[in-house]
């Protein structure tokens, strides 16, 4: 049981603290309600790019990092479709740094061009490397548009174009920072080694003088549902054929969340799982294949990803895929399969929550989502899955219609 209080500031800062005597070092983890999905069509990647500007220094504090690494704390972020995430770790006599360096770099950034410019090319290299550079890194930019064609989930976090980022100026740069960046659009959660009433006392005293800012209204287009299959087929120079397939799922709170969180663990749980069981040990079809979902807060996407081995064709390897997610409405074997990834989601959720870390970024994600207390209860809903409800929701997303296919065939010789 993660025990916790909760306070809310006057400026509408969101404080959420739970106490761990058993470390000695405190968490925190402030979470920006402000992801991709916020940005223009026309101007994308600035939520990632802020990812990389809230370090390069603020008003009074020209880098961020060293005070933090002189009193023996460590730190990081990130940034996904719906939020920016930033945390950090310290011994609790140093706590009041933590607090120091994040109250000041959400009061206001350093905005100047030199900084502007060191990020841009930090994050546009990133780009090329990992996007670009990579054989298959662009098949998420291809994937998103495909299965996407209203929602700002059609481009990734880093952006659907890398010049959108390198025609940022400073004047967007300010724009996005004052009607995104504010106490009353943030969550502070803090854990370890502290008590509530000096968290409360010094999340009052460092971020409390912050003013409440004007947020810009949320007002994302709904996506349609898909009603037939699409697919894409690219010719690339690459080691080996490969297959992407995404399916539509619902939003973060859905109750089909965890269902489809547990099947895609039955069909991917590492050697054990389906996929590898009968696509790669026993067909030899596939040299690796894994299925996820997005967890994404507005609807999102299971994926499933795999390589063939040499020789063999896409459209039998993607037949064969069919077949296994077609075996999911088999309930014969389906109850005892969800019982063990039941019991080993359950296993390492137990262990997670023995990070102060994790308990102070769950914490966070949980109150965005409108209760908090997940942490402590949205283990129930995965113990009550069973095996007919596997079923009934393979039955239900899995279809034909509501699948979009990435297709790469490979021009190398011999591949």
């Given amino acids: 049981m993660v025990n916790f209080k909760k306070i809310t500031l006057e400026n509408g800062l969101k404080v959420l603290v739970h106490e761990d005597n058993s470390t000695p070092l405190v968490a925190m983890n402030i979470l920006y309600d402000v992801g991709s999905k916020d940005e223009d069509?026309?101007?994308?990647?600035?939520?990632?790019?802020?990812?990389?500007?809230?370090?390069?220094?603020?008003i009074n504090i020209p880098e961020y990092d060293k005070p933090l690494q002189m009193v023996g704390g460590e730190n990081n972020a990130f940034t996904n479709n719906d939020i920016t995430n930033y945390y950090l770790t310290v011994p609790s006599e140093n706590i009041e740094t933590g607090f120091w360096l994040e109250s000041d770099r959400m009061?206001?950034?350093?905005?100047?061009?030199?900084?502007?410019?060191?990020?841009?090319?930090?994050?546009?290299?990133?780009?090329?490397?990992?996007?670009?550079?990579?054989?298959?890194?662009?098949?998420?930019l291809k994937l998103r548009p495909l299965a996407y064609k209203v929602h700002p989930y059609r481009w990734p976090a880093i952006g659907m174009d890398i010049n959108h980022v390198a025609g940022v100026d400073l004047e967007n740069v300010k724009e996005?920072?004052?009607?995104?960046?504010?106490?009353?659009?943030?969550?502070?959660?803090?854990?370890?080694?502290?008590?509530?009433?000096?968290?409360?006392?010094?999340?009052?005293?460092?971020?409390?003088?912050?003013?409440?800012?004007?947020?810009?209204?949320?007002?994302?287009?709904?996506?349609?549902?898909?009603?037939?299959?699409r697919s894409i087929t690219i010719e690339k120079d690459i080691p080996s054929d490969a297959i992407y397939k995404v399916w539509h799922i619902g939003p973060r709170n859905n109750p089909d969340f965890h269902t489809l969180d547990l099947i895609t663990d039955l069909l991917a749980g590492g050697e054990s799982g389906r996929l590898h069981t009968k696509l790669v040990r026993d067909k030899k079809l596939f040299s690796e294949i894994n299925a996820y979902l997005t967890s994404d807060i507005d609807p999102g996407l299971v994926i499933l990803q795999g390589k063939l081995m040499k020789g063999v064709e896409i459209e039998y390897a993607d037949n064969s895929i069919a077949e296994v997610l077609h075996g999911l409405k088999d309930i014969t074997n389906l109850q005892d399969e969800m019982e063990k990834v039941r019991n080993k989601?359950?296993?390492?959720?137990?262990?997670?929550?023995?990070?102060?870390?994790?308990?102070?970024?769950?914490?966070a994600h949980y109150e965005l989502l409108g209760d908090p207390d997940l942490i402590n209860s949205e283990v129930d809903a995965y113990r009550a899955v069973s095996g007919e409800m596997g079923a009934d929701t393979a039955e239900k997303y899995f279809g034909l219609s509501n699948c979009s296919s990435l297709y790469y065939k490979s021009t190398r010789k011999g591949a």
């Fill in 41 to 58: 069509p026309g101007r994308t990647g600035l939520a990632h790019l802020f990812e990389h500007l809230m370090f390069g220094g603020s």
């Fill in 176 to 229: 996005f920072f004052f009607s995104h960046y504010a106490p009353n659009n943030a969550i502070l959660a803090i854990t370890g080694n502290i008590t509530f009433e000096k968290a409360a006392e010094l999340s009052s005293l460092w971020f409390g003088p912050i003013p409440k800012r004007t947020i810009s209204p949320r007002n994302l287009p709904v996506e349609p549902p898909q009603k037939e299959a």
């Fill in 345 to 363: 989601y359950e296993s390492s959720t137990v262990f997670s929550n023995t990070s102060i870390l994790n308990k102070a970024v769950s914490l």
């Fill in 107 to 140: 009061f206001g950034l350093d905005f100047s061009q030199k900084n502007l410019e060191t990020q841009k090319s930090v994050v546009i290299e990133e780009f090329n490397q990992r996007y670009l550079n990579q054989p298959y890194g662009d098949a998420i």
